[in-house]
């Protein structure tokens, strides 16, 4: 099931942090893309830039349950970054189900299944039907962020 995002920009200035950043959408190697681009710093407690939608215009749940995970074709700048996931159970804004993901220079189409999401900081198991929120950060080291998303879908 393809998924039409309309992803958001949000940094860790939301916080008091220094990290900046952008999202736009343009044409990546001939792909239509949207491109998260930033400098994440550690300064002030801060440490990453991100681009996240909600599954809902309203923020309400979606039912991924009958889908195994998630399908996303992604360029990056050969490094790492955490792909997130938020459902309705988590109350916290660190609260997350995430795995990490390596963006290389050229398009790859990755499949990430739900059982390879980790809890963070919090005790909740994750439950596809209550799925809320989609996001990747790059987050947790001084470096630049250069990482683009072709589509994104639930397999």
């Not at 250069?146 to 639930?154: C, K, L, M, P, W």
């Amino acid at each position: 099931m393809e998924l039409t995002p309309k992803w958001e920009y949000v940094a860790d200035t939301v916080m008091g942090g220094v990290s900046t950043g952008q999202i736009a959408h343009e044409t990546v190697d001939g792909r239509k893309a949207t491109r998260l681009t930033g400098a994440v710093s550690l300064d002030n407690n801060g440490g990453f830039v991100q681009m996240a939608f909600d599954l809902k215009a309203d923020g309400s749940t979606f039912d991924a349950s009958p889908f195994t995970g998630i399908e996303f074709e992604v360029r990056g700048n050969d490094e790492s970054y955490d792909l997130r996931l938020r459902t309705d159970q988590l109350r916290r804004p660190w609260h997350s189900f995430r795995t990490e993901i390596f963006a290389t220079p050229e398009w790859q189409t990755l499949r990430i299944p739900f059982t390879a999401f980790e809890p963070h900081r919090t005790d909740v198991t994750f439950d596809p039907a209550r799925l809320r929120r989609i996001g990747i950060l790059a987050i947790g080291r001084v470096f630049d962020a250069d990482v683009a998303v072709a589509g994104i879908r639930f397999y």
